[in-house]
């Protein structure tokens, strides 16, 4: 079974711009995730999508936006780059069990690594 | 706001050494889970805890989850090079799953 695939995995950007990363979840996963990591703040939580709804959203400004589609699959985008936008920005997927979205174990995808010029 | 507190932040063991890190809430946690991330690479899921004062282990790992479900803690028995690596608890808040920092093992050989 292949894994969480995220694209691109390398990417380079000025201040300004803006960047779409996408997000294969393991087939059958309904639920995905979002983080950000960064050497000093571990990771911090982005969104959560089941059913192509958002259903829960930390704390980053709107220039942090996402969505989920039929098949599951996931983008999010990041509007008007800022240098401390650079980060591994991680991508993970999840079985959501029964009729509750709440769901159990994580499996991670390789990450992107955004650096911001 | 939510948050996971971990510490340590670092820690640097001889091979053969304990290893512990703890994980602290301010809130009750629905569950706490435990991931891996090597070197260079992505978390890797190792267990979860659900039931107030649960005890684990996975050979020389132990895991516990606290009676008031607002800690947990990790142990590892006799550190091998191949445990290097962070380790990061995330709890289940209010359907969130927040991480904590992460605690980062060094194990000289």
């Known amino acids: 079974k292949a894994g969480v695939t995220q694209t691109p995995r390398y990417l380079i950007k000025t201040r300004g711009q803006q960047v779409t990363l996408s997000c294969s979840p393991i087939?059958?996963?309904?639920?995905v995730s979002w983080y950000q990591q960064t050497p000093g703040q571990g990771l911090q939580f982005l969104f959560e999508?089941?059913?192509?709804?958002?259903?829960n959203k930390g704390n980053f400004p709107g220039r942090f936006s996402g969505r989920q589609f039929s098949n599951s699959r996931s983008e999010m985008n990041v509007s008007t780059l800022e240098l401390g936008d650079s980060a591994l920005y991680l991508c993970?997927?999840?079985?959501?069990?029964?009729?509750?979205?709440?769901?159990?174990?994580?499996?991670f995808g390789e990450g992107s690594r955004l650096t911001v010029l | 706001g939510q948050q996971v507190m971990q510490i340590p932040q670092y820690q640097h063991v001889q091979e053969g050494e304990d290893f512990t890190t703890y994980c602290n809430s301010s809130?009750?946690?629905?569950?706490i889970q435990w991931y891996k991330q090597r070197p260079g690479g992505h978390p890797v899921f190792l267990i979860q805890?659900?039931?107030?004062?649960e005890v684990k282990k996975q050979k020389r790992l132990t895991f516990q989850f606290g009676e008031a479900k607002k800690n947990s803690s990790l142990h590892i028995t006799a550190t091998q090079t191949t445990d290097v690596g962070t380790y990061f608890c995330?709890?289940?808040?209010?359907?969130?799953?927040?991480f904590g920092q992460g605690t980062e093992l060094s194990v000289k050989p």
């Open positions: 993970a997927s999840s079985l959501a069990r029964g009729v509750s979205y709440v769901t159990g174990e994580l499996f």
């Open positions: 087939s059958g996963h309904r639920s």
């Open positions: 999508y089941f059913s192509e709804t958002q259903r």
């Open positions: 809130t009750t946690l629905s569950n």
């Open positions: 805890l659900v039931k107030s004062g």
């Open positions: 995330a709890g289940r808040q209010g359907g969130k799953l927040i």
